[in-house]
């Protein structure tokens, strides 16, 4: 089954929309859901043209395919655990928030908290995130806790902070503090970022760019070959008694 | 005649030794507050009645048309923004909560602009503290980090500090040693026993390394870290480690730094640290009189201490998301009720390019910057002057300020009850 | 003039010795009287059980340390949101709920009277603030005095009478109800990062120790007359082998006053633990229990523990840290100057666990061991060993032996070694339960006569009516049952009104707050003492002037004046 929603024009400025309904199961049961603009309840209508193609019985079977202008469109498969979401553009604040299954494919830019506390599936972002991709929740020890996010372009702060399980990539640079607190899981930056892993407790953080600002507490171990590359192997961050591994090509400090 | 024990409306100090002398319904002079308390004091030219924006002019109205136009305002908003908060009194602020649940809106107060960051550090690691008094009458280390209270909160040293009498403290000002972090030498660093200076950006970094000194890994800092000598950080960890009661206070220059509540939790978990040693404590240095105040009724009342959305009707708390300065840079709001504060003079040009194009509600006893922003604006009593009402101080220590002096203003808390069950009333039918 | 007349409600009240009689409740104007007139307004109790309001003799629901659980975690105030709702705000929070939440959850359970377990007279006016958003129950503070610094010195200069002066211009100024005591002495060596140990040891600059504390400040609180007794909670919370110093606490005690306890110890079961580490930690509930079965003049509460996460708050500050030391996680401390302190962290009791199994089997023993329910309240030292609305399920386990070997099978395995709950067969009665939820609170916090805690003419009308049939339910067997009807009403009346309803809470309410002015003569007036105002303006950082709790903060205003022998 293959609903597509096309986004109708904004009549309310930038006033965000809410669409935690909006999940792949949901429309197995059919189309009578509702999104929030502010404090006014929208039916999915009112905010979208709808057509569905097909039918299905199981989430798994269901693409939703999002078009139009949605950069604003919050908490878009939110708690998804099976099927696939597409958005042709950018999608705003907390898509795939607390995922567990199924798919994401982001074709323009995510805004912030992109896979929040994420557990499972497959977050794709071809364009850049904002801050705080694949976190956790203010207060929390753990954010992610497994499953898979790819951003093809660059990440914004606090990428993957509090990590504590599945993996995280980034193929462009990323921006201050990314891995902070990582306890669990794995992160890799292609590109530069800033002061990476701080804090961390345990897991592997790899950038295989420069790590600008590198945190003074981590205790060089030596070079190691990791697919294909030579990185420089760190242990730390001694100043919370962590163990992960922090790997670069680079780093340079603040001295 | 004169009023003894005041309370002054100005800084986190929260001084209550202030003596206000009244003539014919004035202030005519004010004896041990600082020039900021005192200024206060002493403001003239209030505006005297509230006023609707007509065109390019102002158009004198009444209380009541003026509390019905701003209710009228913000329950016709999909999503009101009531911003504000630290300078006016607690029971104000309760009926600020009791409005943005009524009508869904988003609640927010100045810890957006200045300790957000604090209050984020302290929800990842906790908040090791105590009141003032504890450290005017026991602590021998103070270190200033990113503060400068001379300018800021200026009595700060001689009733909490540098210059205060201590219980357990035989000479105060030979045993206390004062330690200034920072990244320029103010004037505070000139009281210090030591100066440390870092590089812009190199607050983490300086603290992620004392921690681990104080863990007796030394050996593993390079020789400079953020331009501060490991000589120099091996010296202040040791003054910490030695000291019988230290106690940090930490102001913007902290929480606004590059990484921001991270720099914030850094020096909480030094501090942490350090009480496995001997006795440690942290706070901020938080800047209005009540801010403190507008997070302790705002957490008993909705559970989070600022940002707040109830647009969904349960309250949200996302710093970054449900604060402020981002709803106005993005221009999600499409109202805003202003109380005891001045957002048009501290946040970007961004915020107030959409709060230009908003309907906006101002209470405020002065015209201020916000005042061009607004539509209407209503004149209320000043709190520690001619209105009165809870005040927590920089430490969490709730004390009423007092009425010095009566005058026909309304208080914030009047104005806004009126306006609440206007709402109430209409939401109703 | 409001009436209301409850028929056919079976009564179990107590404090008039009533026991399960089918009677009618007539209600005029928020009190119970003999009759009322056709005009009142009617509700069928159907046969359902009928008790006085919950009266809650210790929680921690109000103040700066319980916001300080709200502040510092987020991620469990929104665990637990509803959204506002006809006559009910907004609430959020699971184990700290905000304080609508509390009073919601509270009646929503039958709860009509609470006290607040510890208040820092310094930041007193917070503990009100937030009283007044509790609107649907009637509430009282436990005042602290355990650090004290005026107090300390009169107790090393031998002055009890000094002792109990300070007290009453404390309480009178602060409008608080009782005296607590909180780890005495160790509150104040926490101020330089020290503890003490134990009840010998003595306080660092101070030097007097916590049984000299403990045994002055229960003379002077006798000397004040006032209602409740001295509130302890004893030093070494939480060790390993800290039921000796628990029985050395006991033991200060003498028997002073003939209407109710000379002690209130509470969370006993923090302070019942035996071995000398965690490796043998045990339970030691028997011999406390036993010492508490000879001893009139002690009335204990449980602090029982029950498994999944919470927030631990109490004014034991160095506690609070040890633990942090042991959990890892977040860590907050607030000393108050000159007074006491406070910790705060969040924990979670795990079955896996087994001191934590231990610690679940303590609390339930204590109650089972001590004979007389007036002796052992139901209290879980909300939110340390568990949220208040637990209590029922708490209740279900002490009434059925069949549910607790249920629950046994899923804890630890080998706690059975370390425990004797296996062997209890003990099962508590209605009767016993009504005991230690409302009679016996009020009795041992002296505000019976007030009008709290039964159902005699003249008492506050505040009333509870459970969806259970008493002869139709068997707690033995059906303890799901118990459980189910002891958490929500059929009605909650507080003061003749009904304010909760099946889950609803039906009104914004309009709370009373109980508090002591102590009445002494000018001699051991503190306000007029020259020593004790230069002290204070000297060491202090707030003025004397500005320190008392103003008449704007209290509600309603139930003042208790006593005649105190100074």
Redesign the interface.
Known sequence: MKVTLAMKPAT?????I?AESIVPKNFLSDTDLSV?????ELRLDEAFEISVEGDADRPEDVEVVLSGETS?LKRVGEYMDGGKITILGGIG?HCGNFMSGGTIEIQGNAD??LGREMSGGTIVCRGDVA??CASG?????KGMKGGKVEVFGRAGDFLAENLAGGTVIVHGDAG??AG??LRGGTLIVHGNCS?PA??MKEGSCYVYGTAR?M???F?KIGTVRHEGRTLIQFAG?????GKGNLFVKDYE??? | MIVKDAVCPFCGCLCDDIEIEVEEGRVVAVTNACELGTTKFMGEKRMKNPILRDGDEWKDITYDEAIRCAADMLLSAERPLLYGWSGTHGEAQCVGVHMAELIHGVIDNTSSVCHGPSILAIQEVGHPGCTLGVVKNRADLVIYWGSNPIDAHPRHLSRYTRYAEGFFLENAFRDRKVIVIDVRKTQTANVADEFVRIKPGGDYAVLSALRAIVQGKADMVPRTVAGVTKEQLIRVANLCKNAKFGAVYFGLGLTMTQGKYKNIRNAIELVSELSRHTKFTISAMRGHYNVYGSNEVNTWMTGYPYGIDFSRGIAFYNPGETTAVDILARKECDAALIVGSDPAAHFPRKCLEHLAEIPVVQLDPYPNATTAFCDVQIPVAVTGIDAEGTAYRMDGVPIRTRKVLSTDYLSDEEVLSRMYALMQEAREQ | MTELLVKNACVIDPLQGINGEVMDIAILDGRIVEAVSDAAEVIDARGMLTMPGGVDSHTHICGTKVNFGRYMSPEDMRAGRTPRRGAMHATSGYSVPTTYGNSYRYSVMGYTTLLEGAMAPLEARHTHEEFTYTPLQDTMANTLFDGNWSILEAIRDGDTKRVAAIIAWTLKAVKGFGVKLTNPGGTEAWQWGKNVTCIRDPVPYFEVTPAEIIRSVVEANELLHLPHSVHLHCNNLGTPGNYTCTLGSFGLIPDLNPKRQTLYATHVQFHAYGGSGWKDFCSKSEPIANYVNMRPQLVIDMGQVMFGRTTTMTADGPMEFNLYRLHHDKWSNHDVELETGSGIIPVVYRRKNLVNSIMWAIGLELALLTKSPWQCLLTTDNPNGAPFVKYPEIAALLMSKRYRDAEFETIHPDTGSRVPLPAIERELDWYEIAVMTRAGGAKALGIQDLGKGHLAPGADADIAIYPLKIDEVDPSAEYQKVIDGLSRTEYTIKRGRIVARRGECLVHGSNATFWVAPKVSDDYDMGRDPDFIEKFDRYYTVRMRNYPVQEEYVNQSRCIVTEAEL
């Open positions: 309310k400025g930038f006033i965000p809410e929030w603009r502010g404090n006014r604003r604040m912030g908290w801050d705080y929740y203010r207060g929390g020890r201050d503090m902070a607190e002061r701080a804090n600002g945190i003074p507490t205790r961050d001694l100043a919370n008694r400090y603040l001295d």
